[in-house]
DNA sequence: TATTGTTATACTCTATAACTATA
DNA sequence: TATAGTTATAGAGTATAACAATA
């Protein structure tokens, strides 16, 4: 007997593991493209459109010097750049350079790819499921913190 | 009208959201101890006994020497201690001082709270189905790298 | 006064390369 | 020779506190 004997996780354990797993693939495909985890994510979240410092503090859930840190790099690395905001002379914008754009695509499209294949064994019911499940798991945090986009990736 | 509406999220948008949420919830229980992110990791994985540095290196996915890094600080808080393996000179084994085991539990078992309150609102089926989903998709990972048991949290 | 962002400083975390000691 | 672990060094990431400029 071969059997795979799944020593049924428990619920909380299986949310944490899943997270690592995802986590893990994030910084594989980051290092593919010659990236830093946080350098991938920074990119990910501009791919929309240029963003203000503030507001990438909170979607970074970072300290305000840490992202004047992680802009300086990127930037000194030719992704991103600093744009002056038109209405606040305070503020400035972060934008992708065409380098920034292309690794950010890149680095976005291989984490689909990566995670598709990781769930290509479900079923697509579970799959599904799965899908809704989570949904309902970030619409209670949604409720409970309040925040509309918690960090995500884009 | 204020429902909700949803956007629908794509399927590995949703994985990739759900990791950064379990991410921010560690983080958070971790600032809770006063412990970093990756101190209470450790401190999980040496819950249940004791671990030589060439097993955490796999379990944690770092260069020895940054674990080196890792456990010198750890041990210079009292969190850890390292013992000396008593069939090979060379190696040594790391363990949890009682302080250590204290935090570690702490630190376990807030996770395992906020996780659980972050689940209460979906519905006991839909909670076992995410369950066996998960499984799912660690048993597929497991399947292609080999690693019966990537990072994991204990 | 409050907000936006930067600078100065100090840690933690991480990797690469070279090294020591034991197997 | 190979393996277990450390040391040296360098850079990224992060936070706190103090600061400058603008609102």
Known sequence: MVTTKEPVLGFTEALVRLAHLVQQVFEDVAKEHDLTPQQAQLLCLLI??????T?????????????TGLVDRAEKRGLVART????????CRIALTPDGERLGALAHDGMADRLETLAAG????????LGSAIAGILAEHTATTGHPRPPADR
């Not at 929309?48 to 410092?53: E, K, N, Q, Y």
């Open 122 to 129: 479900l079923p697509r019911e579970q799959r599904d499921l």
């Open 55 to 67: 507001e990438l503090t909170r979607a970074l859930r970072l300290e305000k010097s840490s992202l």
């Open 48 to 53: 929309d459109g240029p963003v203000g410092m």
């Open 84 to 91: 002056r905001d038109s209405h606040d002379r305070r503020a």
